[in-house]
């Protein structure tokens, strides 16, 4: 018979109350979510027989906490700081999370965008240990049997990426399972979900990357990516077996390319509760700019026109999540998609030319566009000048492309241009928000997504809103698990950019700050759970409670509120039941 190591105790409304721990000695700090290293108290050391691995003195949590962060500062570089927070987070997950919750507006770009990046470019080379579960053709025939024998059984949320589109720096291999820690550990800190409720995933379907594949120090699985019906067999085989074990866990696609994004989250939507945060995430924190920036403008967004530079997974998100929240607005469909339009590395995105099935929606019939008569008509600036684009993005990851040229003839379409550079990391960034402000007289509305300083203008420093997608997936998450949601619906986005937007302080906006510090995430991350559930109750698709929770919500706002309060965690050492 198999002993669980630990088992967490749980409340009414599914939060964490206790644990009780079945191991002894060393064994009691080989496992990162029930160690408390020297915090352990005399008692608890001596109950656990843990006297003689540890030194004398118990350290509480919040002296735990100093230290590190004086460890942390002593650190040169980013990523020296993120290694040191994931061996931290290897070793108890508790502290690591006290430590990041000290300051997460300077912690945040280190777990996450952009040094995440970095991370993932160099895993084989930091690798120290496992974390996650790493599936490929050598044994997802056992996924099944992976999945069941996991540590944690809980499992609330899966963050699950196949390693193709990091970042803007693409196919990464195994290299990929730190985006989906680093989510992960935001769906912690934003959400409240405890640690032992996720579960990172990689699916390592192989890598067409030649420098890991010559890598001799390359740990994923050294073959050329497995496409075809031969993927979708990969992908389809992981879906049965997670949907068996975690039939009530929500699951996150990330990093996935392109049309293959498209295609899983498509085919799964009904089948497993999931959603891709590259799209839908991305899309509703774009719309959340665009909502708060229509504020500072006193405008209708069916009044506007807009410009997706970078017509990726990320950009056709956004796009749709704009389409989508026109018609919200009033506009039938044509007459949406007619303000919207798309480039890619080709230029404008149009219908004469052979596509992607996911960039065909918004594709434009050249026919009908005046001023295109041959392809050297087809550039960025012939676009905003000709469509009198008023709502300039971009996702395409070419550092620098929106020029002074690109900025003024925004400009000359509206008093108050919208410019949003959101390609990561930070030196793929479109524009530097301090030239737009120069450029524009600081009447451009900016916001990006990586972290920038604030900008000095007239006397006065601007804080530059980040979009970054930890608003949105978090709270969204959360509203799913907690409403028992069957699916993730793209009205849950709408919800979640509505709840942002008016995150926004009205100082703020008269500044022309489009988001809320990162300072706010927990709370802005609180309002999107609450708007996402009473989006499910609306629409039908909750069961009567969490499947975390005895509590029951019986499809009643005001007590699904109360559960996405209580149903919380915090990072505290748990009393030993």
Not at 5 to 15: N, R, S, T
Not at 152 to 163: E, K, R, W, Y
Not at 320 to 334: A, P, S, Y
């Amino acid at each position: 018979m198999e002993i669980n190591h630990y088992e967490f105790k749980y409340g009414e409304f599914g939060e964490t109350t206790g644990v009780q721990i079945n191991l002894r000695g060393f064994d009691v700090l080989r496992f990162n979510n029930i160690s408390k290293g020297t915090a352990f108290t005399i008692d608890e050391r001596r109950k656990l027989k843990l006297s003689g691995y540890l030194p004398p003195r118990v350290k509480p949590l919040e002296d735990q906490v100093r230290s590190s962060l004086d460890i942390i500062e002593k650190k040169e570089s980013d990523i020296e700081k993120f290694i040191y927070i994931r061996s931290l987070y290897d070793r108890n997950v508790v502290l690591a999370h006290a430590v990041i919750a000290n300051d997460v507006t300077k912690f945040l770009p280190i777990i996450y965008t952009p040094t995440v990046g970095l991370a993932c470019q160099q895993y084989s080379k930091l690798f120290r240990g496992a974390n996650g579960i790493h599936f490929y053709p050598g044994n997802i025939d056992y996924a099944e049997h992976v999945l069941h024998h996991y540590t944690d059984q809980d499992i609330g949320i899966a963050v699950v990426t196949d390693n193709q589109g990091i970042l803007g720096i693409g196919d990464q291999g195994a290299g990929g399972i730190p985006i989906c820690l680093g989510k992960l550990m935001l769906y912690t800190q934003g959400a409240g979900l405890a640690p032992w409720h996720c579960l990172p995933i990689s699916l390592d379907v192989g890598t067409d990357n030649e420098e890991l594949l010559n890598d001799p120090d390359y740990l994923g699985w050294r073959h050329k990516r497995i496409k075809g019906e031969e993927y979708y067999d990969f992908i389809e085989k992981f879906v049965i077996a997670f949907k068996k074990n975690f039939p009530h866990a929500l699951c996150q696609w990330e990093d996935f390319s392109k049309q293959t994004a498209f295609n899983v989250r498509d085919k799964y939507l009904k089948e497993l509760i999931s959603f891709n945060d590259d799209i839908q995430g991305t899309g509703a924190v774009a719309l959340a700019g665009i909502l708060a920036a229509m504020k500072v403008k006193k405008e209708k967004m069916t009044d506007q026109v807009y410009l997706v530079h970078g017509a990726g997974a990320g950009g056709i998100g956004i796009a749709e999540q704009i389409e989508t929240e026109l018609v919200e607005q009033g506009l039938d469909r044509k007459d949406a998609e007619a303000k919207i339009f798309t480039l890619d590395s080709k230029g404008l995105v149009t219908t004469d030319r052979e596509l992607e099935p996911y960039k065909t929606k918004l594709a434009k019939d050249p026919k009908t566009l005046s001023w295109l008569k041959n392809p050297e008509d087809n550039t960025l600036l012939n676009v905003i000048k000709n469509e009198k684009v008023t709502v300039l993005i971009g996702t395409s990851g070419q550092p620098g492309c929106f020029t002074k040229e690109i900025v003024e003839a925004v400009g000359k379409n509206t008093d108050r241009p919208v410019i949003l550079p959101l390609s990561n990391p930070t030196a793929k960034a479109e524009a530097l928000p301090k030239d737009v402000y120069e450029w524009t007289d600081g009447k451009a509305l900016v916001a990006t997504g990586s972290p920038f300083d604030p900008v000095q203008h007239n006397g006065k420093a601007y804080r530059i809103g980040q979009m970054n997608n930890s608003f949105v997936f978090p709270g969204v998450g959360l509203g799913v698990v907690a409403s028992g949601a069957s699916e993730v619906l793209p009205t849950f986005f709408s919800a979640a950019a509505h709840a942002i937007a008016e995150f926004v302080k009205e100082k703020e906006l008269n500044d022309g700050i489009l988001f809320p510090p990162l300072d706010q995430l927990r709370n802005v991350s609180l309002e999107v759970a609450k708007k996402v559930g009473a989006e499910a109750i609306k629409a039908g698709v909750t069961q009567k409670g969490c499947a975390f929770s005895k509590f029951k919500h019986n499809n009643d706002p005001e007590r699904l509120n109360i559960l996405v309060d209580k149903i919380r965690w915090s990072p505290r050492y748990l009393e030993q039941v």
